[in-house]
């Protein structure tokens, strides 16, 4: 199978688009905002994101997959935006003098006001995780010349997870618990997020199929611009018609 051949065509809108986006920004606040909770899951004890994060690499996988890099970079920095902002009026609301009559601000802060350390530690983890499941999934896709979904859902989520699992459990425990503590954390993590992923694969193969037919688009990422900072969210060398023939 031979990839499409590019032909320069006007930006396209879609029908889902804005629905995936807006459904990945919701996962991500809502995870942040139950991750506060030590819940347990069967024998380990870990936070309440576990069960709901891992849903944002799919919502990664599925933009990628469908309507290219560039797109999901636009999606990863508009989460990464309203993640931040949500932090901020969180820690700005229990900053405000509480009412004299209202008893509930050390709940609040105990809730809410995540300390510095844990929001530094979930911004950074996201956007360096986000972005590494988004490269890896499009290079995968020129490579494996759209063949093979699995391929590329499965190692894109092997890579993104270990940065991002690393990242925010190395952040928030450096100095608190031993290095061993630390691994243990991370591996747990790392194990069930995977593991989880690879269930839902069967899931991703729907949406993504789905996606594709509804969206009459397969976007190929053969001249993309991978530079995570970069803004406009369709640089000019995207110009392909990423549809396979």
Known sequence: MTLPKRLARPARTYKYFDWIMVAFVVVLLLSNTVAVKAMRLGPWVTDGATLLFPLSYIFDDVLTEVYGYARSRRVIWTGFAANAFMAAVYAFVG???PAADWPNQDAYLAILGQAPRIVLASLIAFWAGEFCNSYVLARLKVLTRGRWLWTRTLGSTVVGQAVDTSIFVT???????????????????YLF???????????????????????????????????PFLLD???????ADGRRQ
């Open 95 to 97: 900053w405000m003098p």
């Open 171 to 189: 952040i928030v425990f450096w100095g608190v618990l031993p290095a061993s503590g630390i691994f243990a954390i991370i591996r747990f993590g």
């Open 193 to 227: 997020k995977v593991g989880y992923e690879t269930l839902a694969t069967p899931l991703t193969y729907a949406v993504v199929n789905w996606l594709k037919r509804r969206e009459q688009e397969d976007y190929f990422d053969v001249d993309t611009d991978f530079n």
């Open 233 to 239: 969210a369709l640089a000019s060398r995207q110009t």
